[in-house]
């Protein structure tokens, strides 16, 4: 990945906690998409599997190590649904009962706001 890409969703908690709950054949990342363009040209296949989202200043101050915030990989995996609730449900057993409640807050507030 280009200088400055943050990892999220399953590469992010994989960076995070280590090994996932289980398999996972896509990556999110929040990265300059021409750049990405450029390392990685597209190519024809049957199911792409490399997203590149949209970053801000705010999130790239928050990030560390290549890895987005803890929160904004909760969201992200969130909005994918299906076998990423397993990545939430490891989440959620790792954390204490409040910091469940906070994250799942800022969930609603930003599906509100989609």
Do not use: C
């Amino acid at each position: 990945m280009p200088s400055g890409a943050i990892f999220t969703g399953y590469s992010g908690y994989r960076l995070k906690f280590g090994a996932p709950p289980t398999d996972y054949d896509e990556v999110y990342v929040y990265a300059d998409p021409q750049e990405v363009k450029r390392r990685f040209p597209a190519r024809e296949v049957y199911k792409k599997n490399l997203f590149v989202l949209s970053s801000d200043p705010h999130l790239k101050r928050l990030s560390e190590g290549g890895t987005a915030p803890l929160a904004q990989i909760y969201v992200d995996l969130w909005q994918l649904g299906g076998a990423s609730n397993r990545f939430l449900d490891d989440i959620n057993s790792k954390l204490e009962f409040g910091q469940i409640g906070a994250l799942e807050a800022m969930v609603e507030r930003a599906q509100k706001r989609v």
